[in-house]
């Protein structure tokens, strides 16, 4: 039976098979016909129950199972792999399931033949990577017995090496995409893999060397021992974080968990230094050197309306010396926190989060009876951090900073600077200046 082509074709094909669901488990070709036209249409979520279903029917038809197992992981593929799973069961949990039942029920000839066991290894080993980093074991395990039974599937050893890359093993990974290469030859997955592995091992001419393979003109950064690409845009990370303990204003969940984007200066198509600061709780920050992926796992669309590409974060290869202060601040003038920088040593930053306008009033806050009249001052809760080069002499610092502050029409508490200075006792008052800010902008955000 040849697929229906048209969309209304498939429609009908769909209709008619949800109308025959029962008879799904027990009829091979109709379950054979069923895969295909999942496939057909996409392979969506409309099509994912009925899919979890042939999956757990046909455990003791190895093939079948492989067929159900690829489209469950082609659906689990679409979500990132620094995405934390939302839940614990899903697509690649059902793939998984349904592999290792197969596994059980397959006889011993079976069990020898790579043909069988082999291919539903290294597809468990693929479902075990989609889950949570607590499979992370026995998707090893089931990787090394596909490649026991059989040792020349390049394709086998690259998937593993993506394992190995994604838990941070870049030894095991760089080897496993050299054995991947020796198979599969000079194909770009695993020539990026191997230069992202090297990036990271600081192996800076393999990664040059495969840089070039790929059509990259990279050379070596003596002064780091690093592979280097010159002229290429900044680009955006993501990165996991949480509201921070300190945010008493946030309207997000206590540790809410999130995707924060970071500009990043590229040193190479596959690391390269931060330069915006990430406001929640987050594992890097500003200056930081960093590594990533090389799949966009999403767009991000700028003020200019242009799309950027959005790459995953893989890991910090060195945290930067500078200190990253936060702060919170109330603003009396618009731009009053960014013009702090301007009377700052040279190199510090000033970085807003965000400016929210709130109403600031005295009779306001005294929960007096009134009117608002031109007394009137617009106030912005405003959150940002402050980057400080590590060469800067602090005590200089404080003295630039308590005169910027003082000159402008803003509030500002940054305990951090006061514990650098081992300034104990205005530390404790910028603490108490911080909740009080905070607490003066809810009280503003709550009037009428």
């Known amino acids: 039976m040849n697929p229906p082509e048209s969309t209304q074709d498939l429609e009908s094909a769909w209709k008619a098979l949800v109308g025959r669901r029962s008879q799904l488990g027990s009829d091979q070709k109709l379950a054979e016909l069923a895969l295909g036209l999942i496939r057909e249409m996409g392979n969506g979520i409309a099509q994912r129950e009925l899919l979890r279903e042939l999956a757990v029917a046909w455990t003791a038809d190895w093939r079948l199972t492989l067929g159900a197992a690829s489209l469950l992981l082609e659906q689990a593929g679409r979500r990132g792999m620094d995405e934390p799973p939302l839940r614990e069961d899903g697509p690649a949990a059902w793939a998984a399931e349904a592999l290792q039942r197969s596994l059980d029920a397959l ?27 607590g499979k992370d074991a026995e998707a090893q395990d089931a990787f090394t017995r596909a490649i026991e039974l059989d040792p020349e599937r390049g394709e086998w050893w690259y998937d593993a090496g993506l394992l190995d890359k994604w838990r941070g093993r870049f030894d095991e990974g760089y080897a496993a995409n050299e054995q991947a ?19 990271a ?22 002064s780091r021992g690093m592979p280097f690409v010159a002229n290429l845009p900044p680009m955006l990370l993501r990165v996991l974080s ?38 929640r709780d987050a594992p890097i920050d500003y200056g930081d050197l960093v590594l990533w992926d090389g799949a966009p796992v999403a767009a991000h669309q700028t003020s200019a309306g242009d799309a950027v590409p959005v790459f995953p974060l893989l890991e910090i290869l060195r945290p930067g010396d500078e200190r990253r202060w936060p702060f919170v601040a109330l603003e009396r003038e618009p731009g009053a926190v960014r013009s702090l920088e301007e009377a700052l040593p040279e190199g510090a ?9 709130e109403h600031h009033c005295a009779a306001c806050e005294a929960g007096e009876p009134h009117e608002h009249g031109a007394e009137s001052v617009s106030v912005s809760l405003v959150r940002g951090k402050l980057i400080v080069p590590f060469g800067i002499d602090l005590t200089e610092f404080r003295a630039a ?48």
């Not at 006889?107 to 290294?122: F, I, W």
């Not at 192996?203 to 840089?211: C, F, L, S």
């Not at 900073?401 to 910028?430: F, H, I």
């Open 107 to 133: 006889d011993e000839a079976d069990r020898k033949d790579p043909e069988v066991a082999g291919n539903l290894n290294a597809m468990l080993g693929n479902a075990l990577r989609f889950c949570d980093p």
């Open 181 to 199: 290469r020796m198979r599969l030859g000079d194909q770009r997955p695993v020539l990026w893999n191997l230069a992202i592995c090297a990036t």
């Open 201 to 222: 091992l600081g192996k800076a001419e393999e990664a040059v060397d495969t840089w070039d393979q790929l059509g990259v003109p990279a050379r070596i950064d003596r």
């Open 242 to 279: 949480r509201t921070p303990a300190t945010d008493a204003t946030s309207q997000l969940p206590d540790k809410a968990v999130g995707f924060e984007l970071v500009w990043i200066a590229p040193l190479s198509p596959c690391h390269g230094v931060v330069q915006s600061p990430t406001f």
């Open 349 to 357: 930053r000033v970085f807003v989060q965000q400016e929210r306008v």
């Open 401 to 448: 900073w308590e005169g910027a502050v003082k000159d402008r029409a803003v509030s500002v508490a940054l305990p951090a600077l006061y514990e650098a200075v081992d300034d104990a006792k205005r530390a404790g008052q910028e603490h108490q200046a911080w909740r009080g800010i905070e607490r003066k902008a809810l009280r503003q955000k709550a009037q009428p």
